[in-house]
Nanobody
Framework: QVQLVESGGGSVQAGGSMTLSCVAS????????MGWFRQIPGKGREHVAC???????LIADSLKGRFTISLDDAKSTASLQMDSLTPEDTAMYYC????????????????????WGQGTQVAVSS
């Protein structure tokens, strides 16, 4: 059973940066995908970024240039670097992982991921 533990959330002022990390335990082999979704208050969850082992990451179009994702395959740890944050980035951020062999790229839909973390809150003040 895969378990995901997020860390790095908190409060930051607009224009600042923050890094979220997610450690996956129970992943025994590659390839696999890890990524992040977020849920803004009053809205549904949206894809933020994902990465498939050995491939280039996929970043939501609206976040390109500000958000980057990386994966340490040996440690099964995904990191989300968020720069130039705005109050509109305030959300609960969820780490996700997919270890199935149904695709050879990382998905951008909620149903593409079998495993979800508990979430970490990010609050950006103006």
């Amino acid at each position: 059973q895969v378990q995901l533990v997020e860390s790095g959330g908190g409060s930051v002022q607009a224009g600042g940066s923050m890094t979220l990390s997610c450690v996956a335990s129970g992943i025994t082999s590659s390839p696999y995908s890890m990524g992040w979704f977020r849920q803004i208050p009053g809205k549904g969850r949206e894809h933020v970024a994902c990465i498939y082992t050995g491939l280039s990451p996929l970043i939501a179009d609206s976040l390109k240039g500000r958000f980057t994702i990386s994966l340490d395959d040996a440690k099964s740890t995904a990191s989300l670097q968020m720069d130039s944050l705005t109050p509109e980035d305030t959300a609960m951020y969820y780490c996700v992982a997919d270890t199935s062999d149904t695709r050879t790229w990382c998905g951008w839909r909620e149903r593409d991921y079998q495993y979800w973390g508990q979430g970490t809150q990010v609050a950006v003040s103006s």
